[in-house]
């Protein structure tokens, strides 16, 4: 078996789906410019099918030409549209049914890697996910909400360590260089809670081990 990726990375976008984040014109370009770039590398643009920062990202993807797919917590379209007032212009939508907490980890364990954006406390749950299931995460700063602070949640608050799986720009081009290295740099744990599990085996270096270690 081996981790190295043969088919076309699929990237996660969550942010803010509402709040002051979405009256930032500087945010909201940013999204479109990340949507643009992810398509324009050819991968595959993945998101919660909401409204806010995510769906602008969608629309600049789509603009690009890329293929997009909305992760949906609704368990159907009337839902998804009456009840949780979202759009429907991705490509294809996965009706969960499961909605926004489940919707989240479905979101994430469907991404070879995450872009945080802007975001609030939802986005704040994405992000604890994506940690604790080590997948590799893109933060893109000076867009608002946690995204500007992740370090002090990580590193002040939860006393956790800055994963070498967690890049950081301002530039969602650079941004997503980074994380491309990342993605082949540290595979994923090969199944549930494995960075609990695999502690023992050193899978991902000193860092990994350290770090659940301490969790305990």
Known sequence: ??????????????????????????????AIALGKEIANRNHIFINGAC?????DALLGAKEAGGFTVGISPAFSLHEHVEEYGSSHENDFII???????????INIRSSDGVVIIGGG???LNELTIAYEE???????TGTGGISDHVPHIVEDLCVRKIAPNM???DDPIKLLDKLEVAIKA??????EDGRVIDKK???????WCQDTERKG
């Open 167 to 169: 890049v950081f720009d």
């Open 121 to 123: 406390i939802g986005t």
């Open 186 to 191: 540290y595979p994923l744990p090969i199944h």
């Open 1 to 30: 078996m081996t981790d190295e990726h043969n088919h076309r990375l699929k990237i996660g976008v969550m942010g803010s789906a509402s709040g002051p984040q979405l009256e930032s014109e500087h945010a909201k370009n940013q």
């Open 51 to 55: 409204p806010g920062l995510p769906n």
């Open 201 to 207: 085996f050193c899978r991902r270096g000193d860092w």
């Open 134 to 140: 080590g997948r590799p995460i893109g933060v893109l």
């Open 95 to 105: 009706y969960t049914g499961a909605g926004f907490m489940e919707r989240d980890i």
